[in-house]
Structures are given as C-alpha cells and as structure tokens.
C-alpha cells in the first residue's frame, strides 16, 4: 500500500470509484480508493438496478439527463459490458390527484429533453401484458430510463480507474483522518497510514462517521435505513421489461433483469436507522402480497432470496455533494437515498470537475451540503423502494 | 474438446464453467463474494448449495489459501424457492 497519495477517496461503491474514474480522466495524478470491505458491498451491490430521469426537479432531472448519456456510452468508454437496457419507467397512476402530480412532473422533464408522457391503462398493459391494469386510470411512461447490472458496473469503473493509474485498497479501512489548522494531513487505516492532503468521502451509509474522523463542523443528516429486495427464478424473458412502479401499493417497484430474467424489485418497508440489514420474513410476505396485486401471475413463480442493504437518506432524500469549507480540500458525495446508482456517471463527472477546474456545468448546487444547516431543505425527491 | 475446464459446470443454475471461474481468479479476482457477482455463480435457484464449495475448493487451490479461511457467502431466505403466491397469501393485509 502507497503511504502518500495526492488523493484519498473513502469508499469503493459506485459513486468513488466513478469519482475515481473521472479524476484520473481529467488527469488526476495519484488518486487511491479505500473499501472496508469488497467494492460494491455498501449499497451499490444490494440496489434495484433501476436508472431513472423521471424526476420532479430540475436538478435530478438534469443530472439524470447526463448520467443516462454517460450510461448509453459506458460500454465503449470504459471497455467492459454493463448490461444497460433502456427499458423504460412506468408509474402506475390510480386517482386524478396522482395523474395531476406526474402531469407536472411530465411537463418539466420534457422541458428538458426527456420524453416522458401519459399513456392509457391499454398502452401500459401493451407495454407489460401480464400487468393487472384494475383502478389504474393512467400511467407516465418513459422509454429512455432503463436499468443496469450493478455487479458489473462496479468492475467497470475500478478497471478503467486501475488502467488509468488510480489504486484500489479493499478490505482497508479508514479509521480516522488527521487534519492540523483546518489542513488534511493523513488517513490512517487498518493497514497502515496515507499521507494525504485532500479526502473525498464517498462512504454513502457510513459518511458521517467518515465527517466525524475529520472534525467537520457541518450539520450533514445522513441516516441508514435498512430496505431490501427481492428475486425470483427467470420467467420468460421480455415480459415485465420497464421498471414498473406503485405508489398506491407502498411504493413497489419491480422489473425483470435483461440478462438473468428474474423478477427483481422491493417496496417501501424500512427499518431504522441501523447498521443491521438482516433479511426480514416481514419483507418477504409484504413484498410478495404487492408483487402479485400488480402482476398476478407471479403466484407462481419461486422466490429465490431477499436481502437487506442501506438508503442513506437525508431529510429531503437528496445526496450531499461538495466541498466543505473548514477542512482544506475535504469533499463529501454521500446521502444518496437510494439513487446512487443511476447518479453515479453524473456526480463523478461532477466532483472531478469541481475538485480539477474549481467550477461544473452540473447543477451540484441543489446538493450542496450545507442547505441543512442553514434549513434551505429541497423539495424532496421521489424515491420509491 | 481442446480445454476440458469449458466443459466442467461448476454452477449448474447459471452455467458457470470451471473456466471462467479460474480466469477471472487469474485476472486477479479472487474474493468469492466479488466472483459470486461477476458471474452469478451461487445466484440460481440453489443458491450456491451445489457450486459454492466448489468454488471455494478452486479458489483454495489457485490462490494457496486454505478453504477454511474463505469465508461463505451469506445464507439467503427463504431456504428453498417458494411460490410467490404462499408468500401473498400469508400475508395480513386485507
């Protein structure tokens, strides 16, 4: 292990390894990644595959914009095959007061260029024939979101990154930072000490532990909750291919995986906040009784496994991303809330252009970390799951 | 068959070969929770009870670890594949 790098990132999910990435990109010299544990065992490994634009915000929407640019281009930029399918979202809508909020939601995405629309319940069921369409009274449709294999996505970014000079530490643990008049002076971890003069911490579930070792004086509410998802054996494939999601049934979302063509998705059910991600029959049963309200036929199809994994989630379900201003070059891209997945591309485009050319295109703004402190909470993103 | 390893299914869910496992531990992949994903071996209806042993014995064997010291994936539930409908239909809601 290096004892001296220029750049220290603290955490080996998605999100530092394409911060990672991107750094090194734009000719970042020296960059290091810890994981405490494998790449990708945080949150990244454990998420729903799902890449969305159809937000109800400027600022996701763009950045989803971007990301979905940076996930169609993936395969040839980094080399490696991440199994992105733009499948589509499909938000099943039951009253008129749901069909006037994503009529909103519709309008402002297609200021920017997503191609989201309204469709009927006949269209939806065309779009996914086994789908029980009873009380839906519309749907908003978007063919340009999609999914992808996080598994393989991980690799990608940690390849390129490797090719490009950057070091991956796994099972090397940050155990605490040493910061003198307001400078990074060193990480220390389980494996020795690194001396550093910049720290990005990307530890999403475990970031305030991480701004803690640092000393930040900066009030970032990030709290784990444990959610959890759900598998089934492959069914035929191309039948459930969009994300398909109801609000009415607790937040369910759930789609067939391109490659495997098992069942995957979740619901809204979450416990804590709390390190343990233990696997609950609570889960198992709810998650089963929604799945078959929206897909009957899915009675008979074998559930294979469940599993537990964090949204880091702050007050208004929106990550913090930036730098903080009372530690030299310490910069934070945590409290993802359960979307750091389909951000990643964006936000490591991003950070490396804040932390290389002082300034972005991408509207990190909206996620700036301090908007808690000073109560400028955001309007809260939809999440599902 | 020039290389019988192509033709040695260690994970018989998702067609794993012996092959691909052994390449990717070349590659410099050797964690099993990492081959697990990478190649969804242990991720089928059996959940690793036939391959993972296997799996560990090649890992054991390529690396020079001994098998007691790589650690199990965890233990998924439920413990065999159950219809989705028993589950629904255990379920309190309405």
């Not at chain 1, 750094?23 to 490994?45: I, M, P, Q, R």
């Not at chain 1, 979101?145 to 796994?170: C, M, Q, S, T």
């Not at chain 1, 494939?237 to 998705?265: C, D, R, W």
């Not at chain 2, 391959?51 to 090649?58: E, F, M, N, S, T």
């Given at each position: 292990m290096?004892?001296?790098?220029?750049?220290v990132?603290?955490?080996?999910?998605?999100i530092?390894?394409?911060?990672a990435?991107n750094l090194a990109?734009l000719?970042?010299?020296?960059?290091v990644?810890?994981?405490?544990?494998?790449?990708?065992?945080?949150?990244?490994?454990?998420?729903?595959?799902?890449i969305?634009?159809?937000?109800?915000?400027?600022?996701?929407?763009?950045?989803?914009k971007?990301?979905?640019?940076?996930?169609?281009?993936?395969?040839?930029?980094?080399g490696y095959?991440?199994?992105?399918?733009?499948?589509g979202?499909?938000?099943?809508?039951?009253?008129e007061?749901?069909?006037?909020?994503?009529?909103?939601?519709?309008?402002l995405?297609?200021?920017?260029?997503?191609p989201?629309?309204?469709?009927?319940?006949?269209?939806?069921?065309?779009?996914?024939?086994?789908l029980?369409t009873e009380?839906?009274?519309?749907?908003?449709?978007?063919?340009?979101d999609?999914?992808?294999?996080?598994f393989r996505?991980?690799?990608?970014?940690?390849?390129a990154?490797?090719?490009?000079g950057v070091?991956?530490?796994?099972?090397t643990?940050?155990?605490?930072?040493?910061?003198?008049?307001?400078?990074?002076?060193?990480?220390?971890?389980?494996?020795?000490?690194?001396?550093?003069?910049?720290?990005i911490?990307?530890?999403?579930?475990?970031a305030?532990?991480?701004?803690?070792?640092a000393g930040?004086?900066?009030?970032?509410p990030?709290?784990?909750?444990?959610?959890q998802g759900i598998?089934?054996e492959?069914?035929k494939?191309?039948?459930?291919?969009?994300m398909?999601i109801?609000?009415?049934?607790?937040?369910?979302?759930l789609?067939?995986?391109?490659?495997q063509?098992?069942?995957?998705?979740?619901y809204?059910?979450?416990y804590?906040?709390t390190?343990?991600?233990?696997?609950?029959?609570e889960?198992l049963r709810?998650?089963?009784y929604?799945?078959?309200?929206?897909?009957?036929a899915?009675?008979y199809?074998?559930?294979?496994?469940?599993?537990?994994?964090f949204?880091?989630?702050?007050?208004?379900?929106?990550?913090a991303?930036?730098?903080?201003n009372?530690?030299?070059e310490f910069?934070i891209?945590a409290?993802?809330?359960?979307?750091?997945?389909m951000?990643a591309p964006?936000?490591?485009?991003a950070?490396?252009e804040?932390?290389?050319?002082?300034?972005?295109?991408?509207p990190?703004?909206?996620y700036?970390?301090?908007?808690?402190?000073?109560?400028?909470?955001?309007?809260q993103?939809?999440?599902?799951? | 068959?020039?290389?019988s390893?192509?033709?040695?299914?260690?994970?018989?869910?998702?067609?794993?070969?012996?092959?691909?496992?052994?390449?990717?531990?070349?590659?410099g992949?050797?964690?099993?929770?990492?081959?697990?994903?990478l190649l969804?071996v242990?991720?089928?209806?059996c959940?690793?009870r036939t391959?993972?042993?296997l799996?560990?014995g090649?890992?054991?064997?390529?690396?020079g670890?001994?098998?007691?010291?790589?650690p199990?994936?965890?233990?998924r539930i439920p413990?065999?594949?159950?219809?989705?409908?028993?589950?629904a239909?255990?379920?309190?809601?309405e």
């Amino acid at each position: 292990m290096k004892s001296e790098a220029k750049t220290v990132i603290i955490g080996g999910g998605i999100i530092g390894l394409s911060i990672a990435y991107n750094l090194a990109k734009l000719g970042a010299e020296d960059v290091v990644v810890l994981e405490k544990s494998y790449l990708g065992n945080g949150s990244t490994f454990r998420c729903g595959t799902g890449i969305r634009q159809q937000f109800g915000d400027e600022a996701n929407i763009r950045m989803m914009k971007r990301s979905v640019e940076l996930w169609k281009g993936m395969k040839e930029e980094l080399g490696y095959d991440v199994e992105f399918k733009q499948s589509g979202y499909l938000f099943l809508l039951y009253d008129e007061e749901e069909l006037e909020s994503f009529k909103a939601n519709v309008r402002l995405q297609n200021r920017f260029g997503i191609p989201s629309r309204i469709i009927s319940p006949d269209e939806a069921k065309m779009i996914v024939p086994p789908l029980n369409t009873e009380g839906v009274i519309a749907a908003a449709w978007n063919h340009t979101d999609g999914k992808a294999n996080p598994f393989r996505a991980v690799f990608a970014y940690a390849n390129a990154a490797k090719k490009l000079g950057v070091e991956i530490y796994e099972y090397t643990e940050a155990r605490d930072i040493k910061v003198e008049d307001g400078k990074i002076r060193a990480v220390l971890t389980n494996r020795g000490e690194i001396k550093t003069g910049r720290v990005i911490n990307a530890a999403n579930a475990w970031a305030p532990l991480i701004n803690k070792m640092a000393g930040i004086p900066v009030e970032i509410p990030i709290h784990p909750y444990k959610h959890q998802g759900i598998k089934t054996e492959p069914i035929k494939p191309g039948q459930i291919e969009p994300m398909v999601i109801s609000f009415k049934h607790g937040g369910v979302y759930l789609t067939q995986e391109a490659n495997q063509g098992g069942v995957i998705g979740g619901y809204e059910l979450k416990y804590g906040p709390t390190y343990d991600i233990t696997p609950t029959y609570e889960f198992l049963r709810g998650v089963s009784y929604r799945f078959t309200q929206l897909i009957p036929a899915l009675k008979y199809v074998n559930v294979i496994r469940i599993w537990g994994g964090f949204y880091a989630e702050t007050p208004d379900h929106n990550a913090a991303i930036g730098r903080i201003n009372e530690v030299d070059e310490f910069y934070i891209a945590a409290g993802f809330s359960g979307h750091g997945f389909m951000l990643a591309p964006a936000v490591g485009e991003a950070v490396a252009e804040l932390i290389m050319d002082g300034k972005t295109d991408k509207p990190l703004d909206f996620y700036d970390p301090y908007r808690f402190e000073r109560g400028e909470l955001r309007q809260q993103a939809i999440q599902m799951g | 068959m020039s290389d019988s390893k192509e033709n040695i299914i260690i994970c018989r869910c998702n067609d794993v070969t012996q092959k691909e496992i052994e390449e990717l531990i070349d590659a410099g992949i050797t964690d099993i929770e990492e081959i697990k994903r990478l190649l969804r071996v242990g991720m089928g209806p059996c959940q690793g009870r036939t391959c993972i042993p296997l799996v560990i014995g090649i890992i054991a064997r390529k690396t020079g670890r001994k098998p007691e010291d790589i650690p199990v994936p965890a233990t998924r539930i439920p413990t065999r594949p159950v219809p989705m409908g028993v589950l629904a239909g255990d379920c309190d809601e309405e």
